[in-house]
């Protein structure tokens, strides 16, 4: 029996779980939302056109980049006129990967929303400014360039969709990745007080702070290696300490 039961609410890489048994912890994972990506007619043919043009491009998630690189059509040359703002982890990982777009094009990167807002804001983009996003985005970007005068024009690629799961077993921490998988586990669960959540940002933290009095902790990098780690190191000192 492990020592240690961590919950994931998005399901981890096998390569991220390997070594886990070797150190007495299990991980237990659901998925608490289902993302999907919004492909239609209309939304290609916006894809393609600025595809060709020169814009200032905004991703505060992975799967907004996701969700632009699917509604292009195969064989799409790089987007060499596009300057992109993003959060660093698993988004800034998955513009890379794709070989649309040069390092040198990433203007702006930061861990949150918060602290990305005032790199564009600063920036000044020229041209048209989009932001790529689902349709639970939050009010963080649009807020800072409603404040600072930049039009910006919003385009959803992508879905969220809870899909809330009970959950029966005893577990030591709770790890969630985004607010609206929050929203859908507590929508079904309960915690009792003294069992740790881990954030992967203080904007998903601020949402689990305003479902429960548990102790909240957020990842200092958006990834979940490192908000694994974070969990297994707290119980592991507070075991240590008992």
């Known amino acids: 029996m492990a020592r240690f039961t961590i919950l994931s609410t998005r399901p981890l890489s096998p390569d991220i779980l390997q070594d886990l048994s070797d150190k007495d912890i299990e991980v237990v994972t659901e998925s608490f939302i289902q993302v999907q990506t919004i492909q239609s007619a209309s939304l290609q043919e916006k894809m393609q056109a600025y595809a060709q043009q020169s814009i200032t491009a905004i991703f505060t998630s992975q799967n907004a980049w996701l969700g632009v690189a699917e509604n292009l059509p195969p064989n799409t040359p790089a987007l060499s006129g596009w300057t992109i703002f993003c959060l660093s982890g698993a988004t800034l990982q998955a513009i890379m990967n794709s070989?649309?777009?040069?390092?040198?094009?990433?203007?702006?990167?930061?861990p949150e929303a918060a602290l990305l807002a005032p790199q564009i804001t600063h920036y000044s983009p020229a041209g048209e400014l989009v932001f790529f996003c689902g349709n639970q985005r939050r009010n963080v970007i649009p807020d800072a360039l409603h404040a600072a005068a930049i039009p910006c024009t919003e385009i959803k690629v992508y879905k969220t969709v809870a899909t809330p799961v009970t959950i029966n077993k005893i577990v030591d921490a709770v790890l969630f990745f985004s607010p609206s998988a929050v929203k859908s586990f507590f929508g079904t669960n309960q915690l009792p007080p003294h069992?740790?959540?881990?954030a992967i940002g203080q904007t998903t933290a601020g949402a689990i702070r305003t479902m429960v009095p548990n102790p909240v902790m957020a990842s200092p990098q958006p990834d979940p290696v490192t908000l694994l780690n974070n969990a297994i190191e707290y119980l592991q000192s507070k075991d240590q300490h008992q």
């Open 99 to 110: 070989q649309l777009v040069e390092p040198l094009q990433v203007a702006g990167i930061a």
């Open 195 to 198: 069992i740790p959540c881990f």
